[in-house]
């Protein structure tokens, strides 16, 4: 059975220009419970060195995705974009701290990793939070959440 029969019906496929392996090598650092699933091998060089890395399946935390070598033709965009939720501002910093390192940080809990790739670090209550005018106005603000601040927001 090959791995991508047993992966849920709808899974991310990630395009990188030829760093795909890198890209999954620096995610399973970052996520705990983290494990790479397989390979696809170039058989030729049509589509990059023969024997290197075509595509890498890997999960992040329960997470399937597939990474793939595709060339230089598509680049990431804050268009899609995916979401950590954190149950402590410590999380929060962790992940900040790993998915921003040589990457660019931006508003409301959003950042672009060294690869181009966008993430939100959101903690888990902040969907509550910002229905509170206050809250909404200190989120816009910030770039990477801070939990307390926002609590304060909220109750002023």
Avoid: H
């Avoid at 070598?69 to 790993?98: H, L, M």
């Amino acid at each position: 059975m090959s791995v991508l029969q047993s992966f849920p019906r709808i899974t991310p496929f990630l395009w990188f220009d030829s760093n795909a392996e890198e890209a999954v090598n620096f995610y399973l650092s970052v996520f705990k419970n983290s494990r790479r699933l397989g390979e696809v091998r170039n058989s030729d060089e049509s589509r990059g060195p023969k024997g290197g890395v075509l595509t890498i399946a890997f999960e992040l935390d329960g997470q399937k995705f597939t990474a793939l070598n595709g060339g230089p033709v598509f680049k990431f965009t804050e268009a899609i974009s995916f979401v950590v939720r954190c149950d402590s501002q410590q999380e929060v910093d962790y992940y900040w701290s790993k998915l921003s390192a040589g990457g660019s940080e931006s508003q409301c809990g959003w950042l672009k990793d060294k690869f181009g790739l966008s993430w939100q670090i959101v903690p888990a209550r902040p969907p509550d939070l910002i229905q509170k005018p206050k809250a909404m106005e200190a989120m816009l603000r910030m770039k990477k959440l801070d939990i307390a601040e926002l609590e304060r927001a909220a109750q002023s």
